[in-house]
T-cell receptor, first 111, second 115 residues
Framework: TQLLEQSPQFLSIQEGENLTVYCNSSSVFSSLQWYRQEPGEGPVLLVT?????EVKKLKRLTFQFGDARKDSSLHITAAQPGDTGLYLCAGASNSGYALNFGKGTSLLVTP | EAGVAQSPRYKIIEKRQSVAFWCNPISGHATLYWYQQILGQGPKLLIQ????????DSQLPKDRFSAERLKGVDSTLKIQPAKLEDSAVYLC?????????????FGPGTRLTVL
């Protein structure tokens, strides 16, 4: 099993602040996905990054895949209370479709 | 397009009892996954089906957990007998199997509490 370490584990910030969460591994992934999970729901895909060094933007969210395809980051600009949730990174190996999930970063944005 | 359906949403049982969860994936999705998510952790893959065949069940505790996917559509996951440490959310997901960016669509999960 390829391990994904996410940091920080918990993050509590005020509305309008910026934040970055990290996803690191010693393994190379063919792709890496970021999901957001709200209480009582299943994870929902935010983005998939495939190419080393790739940067994708989704409104106020910026995702980056490391050059070596072992790590990724998620940066949120001007966080809003609606961004509150559990952010999970998941890596896909070259061998198939299964995903290995990190433990997640629990984000709380207060007004 | 209908999403992944799961039932029940909540289940409370006593240890040593049996329980079963049901999942109906998105129509046309060949691959179906069952995950276990313990509070405070990310989902852990229990078993992966492609159509009605098992692709990966290496992390399924086979002495007490079993799963089947009849006719390559719906799936059931059973625990018999349940232990206290089985308390978790059981998530079902399905995918279209498009590499390298294979998006998985998750159901809402079944929250199991074992007393």
């Amino acid at each position: 099993t390829q391990l994904l370490e996410q940091s920080p584990q918990f993050l509590s910030i005020q509305e309008g602040e910026n934040l970055t969460v990290y996803c690191n591994s010693s393994s190379v992934f063919s792709s890496l996905q970021w999901y957001r999970q709200e209480p009582g729901e299943g994870p929902v895909l935010l983005v998939t990054v495939v190419t080393g060094g790739e940067v994708k933007k989704l409104k106020r969210l910026t995702f980056q895949f490391g050059d070596a395809r072992k790590d990724s980051s998620l940066h949120i600009t001007a966080a809003q209370p609606g961004d509150t949730g559990l952010y999970l990174c998941a890596g896909a190996s070259n061998s198939g479709y299964a995903l290995n999930f990190g433990k997640g970063t629990s984000l709380l944005v207060t007004p | 397009e209908a999403g992944v359906a799961q039932s029940p949403r909540y289940k409370i049982i006593e240890k040593r009892q049996s329980v079963a969860f049901w999942c109906n994936p998105i129509s046309g999705h060949a691959t179906l996954y069952w995950y276990q998510q313990i509070l405070g952790q990310g989902p852990k893959l229990l078993i992966q089906f492609q159509n009605n065949g098992v692709v990966d069940d290496s992390q399924l505790p086979k002495d007490r957990f079993s799963a089947e996917r009849l006719k390559g559509v719906d799936s059931t996951l059973k625990i018999q007998p349940a232990k206290l440490e089985d308390s978790a959310v059981y998530l079902c997901a399905s995918s279209l199997d498009r590499l390298p960016s294979n998006e998985q669509f998750f159901g809402p999960g079944t929250r199991l509490t074992v007393l």
